[in-house]
């Protein structure tokens, strides 16, 4: 089974600021990597898919980087609402895994 | 509009059984994969069952495997999940995920909680 790391678990920002999000595969996944948002008692949304590709309705403030172990989730310019946590996930190999999350927290 | 919605959460005495629901509406069910996810009181998303548009083919993860079954009624655009022998470590809120013709869930139902707990 693949692991997936997330770095850190906790991220503490302010709006407006730049947030990095790590994630790390304990094998190659190819660009099979997608990236979810997940509110307070919501269900998580996807972000991004295949490593770099914004699903359909999300600002362009969120992108996608990386391919094979390393991964990234950049926002550009932080809003009040996306202070969440994010799970990225992979889908090369089964079963799919999740990483555990990083809490993006308003600073 | 694409929705899904599950039932069927609560209350189980470990060992017993629950059957969870997942009512669709809003697409044509049966040409879409459809998964369970479950994500324990404050902790990750962690994958379980896959069933497939036809409901033919099923995989589960081996923390499952044995214990729950998933189905589907393409009839009633609805999809289960049969949980039998429950212990502690099931507790969780189970979603319902569509795959999406990106290969990723696209739309997630609104999570039902299932307790294990004498």
């Known amino acids: 089974e693949i692991v997936l790391t997330q770095s850190p678990a906790t991220l503490s920002l302010s709006p407006g600021e730049r947030a990095t999000l790590s994630c790390r595969a304990s094998?190659?996944?190819?660009?099979?990597l997608a990236w979810y948002q997940q509110k307070p008692g919501q269900a998580p949304r996807l972000l991004i898919y295949?490593?770099?590709n914004r699903a359909t309705g999300i600002p362009a403030r969120f992108s996608g980087s990386g391919s094979g172990t390393d991964f990234t989730l950049s926002i550009s310019s932080l809003e009040p609402e996306d202070f969440a946590v994010y799970y990225c996930q992979q889908r090369n190999n089964w079963p799919r895994t999740f990483g555990q999350g990083t809490k993006l927290e308003i600073k | 509009e694409v929705q899904l919605v599950e039932s069927g959460g609560g209350l189980v005495q470990p060992g017993g059984s629950l059957r969870l629901s997942c009512a669709a509406s809003?697409?044509?069910?049966?040409?879409?994969?459809l998964h369970w996810v479950r994500q324990a009181p404050g902790k990750g998303l962690e994958y379980v069952s896959t069933i497939v548009g036809n409901g033919l083919t099923t995989y589960y993860a081996d923390s499952v495997k044995g214990r729950f079954t998933t189905s589907r009624d393409n009839s009633k655009n609805t999809l289960y999940l049969q949980m039998g022998s429950l212990r502690a470590e099931d507790l969780a809120v189970y979603y319902c995920?569509?795959?999406?013709?990106?290969?990723?869930?696209?739309?997630w139902g609104q999570g039902t909680l299932v307790t294990v707990s004498s």
């Open positions: 809003g697409f044509t069910f049966s040409s879409y994969n």
């Open positions: 995920a569509r795959v999406g013709p990106s290969g990723w869930y696209d739309y």
């Open positions: 295949d490593a770099s």
């Open positions: 094998q190659s996944v190819s660009s099979y």
